[in-house]
Every structure is written in C-alpha cells, then in structure tokens.
Nanobody, 123 residues
Framework: QVQLVESGGGLVQAGGSLRLSCAASGRTFSSYAMGWFRQAPGKEREFVAAITRSHSTIYADSVKGRFTISRDNAKNTVYLQMNSLKPEDTAAYYC?????????????????WGQGTQVTVSS
C-alpha cells in the first residue's frame, strides 16, 4: 500500500513557476513508476508527466520544454517543476504510482493516487 500526498499548488500569474511535490509513504517507493496527471473542470483527467524506476521521463506534448519531473528516492518524493505557466495549465494536479512499467500515460494503469493540489494560472 502506498499513500501519496501532494503539495505546492497555488495561484500564479502567467509566465510564472511552481513546484509541486508528492510525498509517498512506504519503503518501496523506488520500485514504483510515478506520474502526474491533471484535471480541469468539465474535462477528463489528462497525463502530464511520468518518471520510471530508472529515472527515464515522459511528457505530454503540451508541457514538454516547460515542465520537469524528477524523483528523490531517499526522500520518497516526486516533483513537478512547472515553468512558463499558462492559463490553460489551470487544473487540479494529481500524482500517482504504478508498479508495472508500461502504459505510463494511461491513468487507469496507475495503482495509487493522491488527493490532488490545485494550480491556478491567471492571465
């Protein structure tokens, strides 16, 4: 069992930056691939970024070059550094963990989810 707690969301102006954190419980954090997803009101949850057990990274086209996912296994934490934020990045952001290293962009393939943190980007 893994429990995930996100933090770092908030209100920021367009062009600004935020860093989201996701702290995981348990001693097996390093064995999980980790992902970030987001969901805006009235829209489906969408993939943002993922990092594998071997620290390979995958990004949605909409955030590539602006967002960076990283992990610190010693701290059981995954991060999402978000730069050059746009109003369309406004959403609730969720981190997720999965034990099987395939299908990183598919939300249904993740086993554990955090409660989410709100990011609002004003124009």
């Amino acid at each position: 069992q893994v429990q995930l707690v996100e933090s770092g969301g908030g209100l920021v102006q367009a062009g600004g930056s935020l860093r989201l954190s996701c702290a995981a419980s348990g001693r097996t954090f390093s064995s999980y691939a980790m992902g970030w997803f987001r969901q805006a009101p009235g829209k489906e949850r969408e993939f943002v970024a993922a990092i594998t057990r071997s620290h390979s990274t995958i990004y949605a086209d909409s955030v590539k070059g602006r967002f960076t996912i990283s992990r610190d296994n010693a701290k059981n934490t995954v991060y999402l550094q978000m730069n050059s934020l746009k109003p369309e990045d406004t959403a609730a952001y969720y981190c997720a963990a999965k034990g099987v290293n395939v299908d990183y962009t598919i939300s249904q393939k993740y086993d554990y989810w955090g409660q989410g943190t709100q990011v609002t980007v004003s124009s």
